[in-house]
């Protein structure tokens, strides 16, 4: 008799012991230099580390398809931009919250220099530009652009032409368009790219904007928050060692993104293109965000009101609401 309560017991501690934890996790994240802090994560075993199982990860072309997959999938965790994060919850009523940052700025305007030389360049008629579909932050950011340019809205609106990022890229290099708006790392290949440049960053026009942020449901804040701020110590200890020296990460990062490069072209039907990323690439591509985990309500709610006034959700709430931070 006491032998099997001695095992009882054993089995109540383990238990206890595992209380608030999630072992096992299915990640959805962006196929852009945005998720350096995920990729540098797992390359480095800092989850497995940690007691965390990457059970699945499944990667999208922005922040809108990791949106729409983190509502119809169930994923535990995300990788996503604060834009479409706060539209899943506003728009979309997914019951999500942003436990940390991963980056701020990391858009940026890259024209045809040949065509493009000024800002004021891109209200000329005849102008070609690509944006991200309504949603998008790269759409957020024309916004942005259109606001704080000065522009003759008649004149500029009519020049924008929606299409994904990879798109963009192949219409650029045709001559399709002749200045296109696109998160890193497509902004840094595509100033790369000969006769091509970088008219403006996205921290000329809104300085240090919230970039992505982790995102986890509400089940994972309720039921597993031992396992949440694991999450969040492995995204600052993966940060930190980043910014210590980030040759190892942009080899991770360009790794990453080749080895991805093929369903993305698949998502997007551009079997054509060329997406290679060279560690140059990634790391001239990291070196234009401010990688930090730190967010702030001050930040997410001036972004909710521009999202508001730009007509991206019906009304404003407290960005209290969606933010789990360290207290």
């Not at 540098?40 to 007691?51: D, I, P, R, T, V």
Request: charged share 25%; net charge negative.
């Amino acid at each position: 008799m006491k032998k099997i309560i001695f095992g009882v017991a054993l089995i109540v501690a383990a238990a206890s012991a595992n209380e608030g934890e999630k072992k096992d996790l299915r990640f959805a994240v962006e196929y852009t230099s945005h998720a350096t802090s995920y990729y540098y994560a797992e390359a480095k075993e800092l989850f497995q580390g940690n007691g965390i199982n990457v059970e699945d990860v499944k990667v999208y072309v922005s922040g809108v398809g990791v949106a729409t997959a983190f509502a119809k999938e169930h994923f535990d965790v995300a990788y996503m931009c604060l834009v479409p994060a706060i539209n899943t919850y506003a728009n979309g009523g997914v019951p999500i919250k942003i436990i940390a940052g991963t980056h701020k700025n990391g858009y940026g305007v890259v024209v045809n220099s040949s065509r493009i030389k000024t800002l004021q360049d891109l209200e000329k008629e005849g102008v070609k530009i690509g944006v991200g579909p309504k949603g998008t932050v790269t759409s957020f950011i024309e916004e942005v652009l259109i606001e704080k340019g000065g522009f003759d809205q008649t004149k500029v609106r009519k020049n924008f032409v929606t299409m994904n990022a990879s798109k963009q890229i192949m219409a650029l290099k045709a001559g399709l368009v002749d200045a296109i708006i696109v998160p890193e790392h497509f902004a840094t290949l595509a100033a790369g790219l000969e006769g091509m440049g970088m008219l403006v960053q996205s921290q000329d026009l809104w300085k240090d904007l919230q970039g992505s942020v982790i995102v986890v449901s509400d089940t994972m804040v309720e039921k597993y928050p031992k396992t949440v701020e694991k999450i969040k110590k492995i995204n600052q200890q993966a940060i930190y060692e980043i910014n210590q020296d980030n040759n190892e990460a942009s080899v991770i990062v360009a790794k990453n993104l080749n080895v991805y490069q093929d369903r993305i072209k698949t998502q997007t039907k551009s079997p054509s293109i060329d997406l290679t990323v060279t560690p140059q690439i990634a790391k001239g591509s990291i070196e234009n965000l401010i990688l930090t985990s730190d967010i702030s309500v001050e930040e997410v709610q001036e972004v909710i009101d521009k999202m508001v006034q730009y007509g991206f959700i019906r009304e404003s709430f407290d960005a209290r609401e969606i933010l789990v931070l360290d207290q």
